[in-house]
């Protein structure tokens, strides 16, 4: 699962450079014959070999190629980045930052999209990912994979405090297939599924405290995606289905709450609330950020109208809340957003 950081990780860089200085000062000292390491490179001053932009929803994007060869033409590469974009913007209703660039560092021999990584604020761009992409990743794989969608989420959310990363990685893990299913990419059935068999990987274990004091990987970024899906419910659950947690994160983007910006947890949360007219994210954190919480996923289910069979999954619209879920995953009524062609 890709990693996010934001602000921090610049500091880190900047401290990783002093401590290598000094290392290097001490060893010419107390050495003869030194000589000098290679300059450690941040992301976002790797080579650069090629590069093309496309704009969404009046954001301009620019993809950056690293060296190395890549077996797939660069129109599908950039077909398949244009549309997370895509879904981005259509769940957010615009694309969170004005401006964005996404480094592929080719990997070679390959044979998957492999990992990504996205920063706030650096290299002169309000969000930069860099994402390792295999020399000979299939296109049929290229086009299923979520990790673009994922990392290009983490760019409408304010940096956190590392105690507060699973709120970043769990609004990844929760949004990134509801904006795939409203821009067309996926079909409800195939999200509810996953959510079904993963959710509960998000449960406490023996030992683990609340969400900010618990830093696994279950409880980071599916712990973060149980937080989100019940509030997405019970947001809905308050409002009479008028309103959800998209509503909350679009308010949290107008509002100037994007990846280079460095908001505590709660400022988000309020803002995201009045968005909603609810108490319910500021709620939700004061129940689950110090003490374990387990979710009651099968009510929850239960309620929704998601029912596991050996085939899968079906849905129940006689549910009490089957509504809610339907009105997660439709289309919103801004409607699709596509981004523009890629030029040179």
């Not at 699962?1 to 401290?15: E, K, Q, V, Y």
């Not at 409408?156 to 990844?172: C, K, N, T, V, Y």
Request: contains cysteine.
């Amino acid at each position: 699962m890709p990693a996010r950081r934001g602000t921090l990780t610049r500091r880190g860089w900047i401290l990783a450079a002093c401590v290598a200085a000094v290392l290097l000062l001490t060893r010419s000292f107390a050495q003869s014959g030194w000589q000098p390491r290679e300059r450690r490179v941040p992301p976002w001053d790797a080579a650069v070999a090629s590069t093309q932009s496309f704009e969404v929803a009046g954001a301009t994007i620019q993809v950056d190629f690293g060296p190395g060869p890549i077996d797939l033409p660069l129109p599908d590469v950039m077909h398949w980045i244009e549309t997370a974009a895509s879904s981005v913007a259509t769940y957010y209703g615009r694309f969170p930052v004005p401006r964005d660039r996404i480094l592929i560092e080719p990997a070679p021999e390959a044979s998957t999209v492999m990992q990504g990584t996205t920063w706030g604020g650096v290299g002169g761009f309000p969000a930069f990912t860099r994402m390792r992409f295999g020399q000979h990743t299939p296109v049929d794989e290229m086009n299923q994979d979520w990790m673009m969608t994922h990392e290009l989420v983490h760019t409408a959310f304010p940096s956190q405090e590392d105690e507060h990363h699973w709120i970043e990685e769990g609004l990844a893990t929760y949004v990134e297939p509801i904006a795939r299913v409203q821009n067309g990419q996926l079909r409800p059935e195939k999200i509810w599924g996953d959510m079904l068999r993963d959710m509960p990987k998000g449960n406490p274990q023996p030992g683990d405290q609340g969400l900010d004091r618990t830093r696994t990987w279950g409880r980071t970024y599916w712990g973060g995606a149980q937080f989100c899906l019940l509030a997405d419910v019970t947001i809905r659950e308050q409002t009479n289905n008028r309103r959800g947690l998209q509503d909350a994160l679009r308010a949290i983007v107008a509002a100037g709450g994007t990846i280079d910006q460095e908001w505590p947890i709660r400022k988000a949360f309020r803002v995201g609330d009045e968005g909603t007219g609810t108490q319910v994210l500021e709620d939700l954190y004061d129940q689950m950020a110090d003490a374990p919480v387990t979710v009651d996923l099968q009510g929850l289910w239960k309620k929704l109208g998601v029912a596991r069979t050996e085939d899968g999954i079906r849905f129940d619209n006689t549910a009490p809340e089957a509504a809610i879920r339907m009105a997660i995953t439709r289309t919103p009524a801004s409607g699709r957003i596509q981004a523009s062609g890629s030029q040179n």
